[in-house]
T-cell receptor
Framework: NAGVTQTPKFQVLKTGQSMTLQCAQD?????MSWYRQDPGMGLRLIHY???????DQGEVPNGYNVSRSTTEDFPLRLLSAAPSQTSVYFC?????????????FGPGTRLTVL | TQLLEQSPQFLSIQEGENLTVYCNSS?????LQWYRQEPGEGPVLLVT?????EVKKLKRLTFQFGDARKDSSLHITAAQPGDTGLYLC???????????FGKGTLLTVNP
């Protein structure tokens, strides 16, 4: 049981490049989400999904796309990277129906956009 | 607008001291969670509180949810160096799907 895994661990992009951050979970969780963490800002929700084929926007969705074709995977796509997207990105998953469901976070991807 | 205000932002104490971290809001939350995050890792859930006035204890950590469900506190007794980390509170309004996080309290416990 690996929990929530994220790849890559580190990534450097040039402005305008595109890339996909991978996230997978093996706990059969319905809910998955992506956050970004910037110094002094806490975690901010980018996109989330409550099941395969269902996604919705969070607090800061601009510049990011997501899809959920399977329960296990929830990739985050940067369409045209900008320096403002330099951040640490965390994927999380949890069950769906209880307020006390534990949200499990991955180890994060540290992205630098030059 | 930051829905959840955490204070203090930074806290440096000696081993054995007690401390309290606060998480305040003008909004009502259906549940509130506390996480601890260590450098280079993702946050790890410590506790979830859902009932106004609720108090939960986890060894030397005591969590309290305000009666009006707008605020919470985390009290650590006899802090140890292993308690060092970033403490984050996060609130849910309605469903648990969309959590709002505070900016965190960075705690350093010196031996």
């Amino acid at each position: 049981n690996a929990g929530v895994t994220q790849t890559p661990k580190f990534q450097v992009l040039k402005t305008g490049q595109s890339m996909t951050l991978q996230c997978a979970q093996d706990m059969n969780h319905e809910y998955m989400s992506w956050y970004r963490q910037d110094p002094g800002m806490g975690l901010r929700l980018i996109h989330y999904s409550v099941g395969a084929g269902i996604t919705d926007q969070g607090e800061v969705p601009n510049g990011y796309n997501v899809s959920r074709s399977t329960t296990e995977d929830f990739p985050l796509r940067l369409l045209s990277a900008a320096p403002s997207q330099t951040s640490v990105y965390f994927c999380a998953s949890s069950g769906l129906f209880e307020l006390t469901d534990t949200q499990y976070f991955g180890p994060g991807t540290r992205l630098t956009v030059l | 607008t930051q829905l959840l205000e955490q204070s203090p932002q930074f806290l440096s104490i000696q081993e054995g001291e007690n401390l309290t971290v606060y998480c305040n809001s003008s909004s009502v939350f259906s549940s509130l969670q506390w996480y601890r995050q260590e450098p280079g890792e993702g946050p790890v859930l410590l506790v979830t509180v859902v009932t106004g006035g609720e108090v939960k204890k986890l060894k030397r950590l005591t969590f309290q949810f305000g009666d009006a469900r707008k605020d919470s506190s985390l009290h650590i007794t006899a802090a140890q160096p292993g308690d060092t980390g970033l403490y984050l509170c996060a609130g849910a309004r309605g469903s648990n799907y969309k959590l709002t996080f505070g900016k965190g309290t960075l705690l350093t416990v010196n031996p």
